[in-house]
């Protein structure tokens, strides 16, 4: 069975430091893999969606970037954090049958 | 463009009642997936029905059960008997037919009270 798996699970981060997130989906080939996050008491926003390898459709202007190396592997980065990019961060990938999700990231700059 | 709106922030009701979550959408595609998911407070989103626009069947499963109606763009979740480890939070999503970009409501906080 498919499964997704997402790391770190907790991560505090002061202003301006570097961030990487990182997310691999096992047990399914050529996913289609999303970023979506969600602001404290908010739903969930589409941050950016890969189709493949080195594919990376953007939905939101922000402070964020996106990389797909691999087949499996998403990876969600920033360069310099800001106050703004606290949140709660989710990998997923998606199928005809609906998307499921990994286990997020909370994430806090300081 | 498409929208998905629950107008319930936060529920809350004792034990062993029945309780409706209401999601309402707009969208102007006529071929397009609905969803539901559980937000437990250990974070993870976890899947619990889609529904395609063609399909207008009630569902049930266990305690749980969604009503669509087209005529006015609801796709409403009940669950009767509630139990306390139905406390969560709960989304209801909506994607273009074919697109796998969901589009989600603000989500409803159930806190179910032994």
């Known amino acids: 069975s498919q499964t997704i798996h997402q790391w770190p699970a907790t991560l505090v981060q002061p202003v301006g430091s570097p961030l990487s997130l990182e997310c691999t989906v096992e047990?399914?080939?050529?996913?289609?893999l999303y970023w979506y996050r969600q602001a404290a008491g908010r739903g969930l926003q589409l941050l950016f969606y890969?189709?493949?390898?080195?594919?990376i459709s953007s939905e939101v202007p922000q402070n964020l970037s996106a990389s797909r190396p691999q087949d499996r592997q998403f990876i969600l980065s920033s360069k310099k954090l800001l106050l703004s990019d606290s949140g709660f961060y989710l990998c997923?990938?998606?199928?005809?049958?609906?998307?499921?999700f990994g286990q997020g990231t909370r994430l806090t700059v300081v | 463009a498409q929208k998905v709106t629950q107008a319930q922030t936060e529920i809350s009701v004792v034990e062993k009642e029945d309780v409706t979550l209401d999601c309402v959408y707009e969208?102007?595609?006529?071929?397009?997936?609905l969803f539901w998911y559980k937000q437990p407070p250990s974070g993870e989103l976890v899947f619990l029905i889609r529904?395609?626009?063609?399909?207008?069947q009630n569902e049930i499963s266990g305690r749980y059960s969604w009503n669509f109606q087209k005529s006015t763009s609801s796709f409403n979740f009940t669950i009767t008997a509630s139990q306390v480890v139905d406390s969560a939070v709960y989304f209801c999503?909506?994607?273009?037919?074919?697109?796998?970009?969901?589009?989600f409501g603000t989500g409803t906080r159930l806190t179910i009270i032994p």
């Open positions: 997923a990938w998606g199928t005809a049958s609906g998307a499921f």
């Open positions: 047990g399914t080939s050529n996913p289609n």
């Open positions: 890969s189709v493949g390898i080195g594919q």
């Open positions: 969208t102007r595609d006529t071929t397009y997936y």
């Open positions: 529904r395609n626009s063609f399909d207008e």
């Open positions: 999503a909506l994607s273009y037919f074919g697109n796998e970009k969901l589009t």
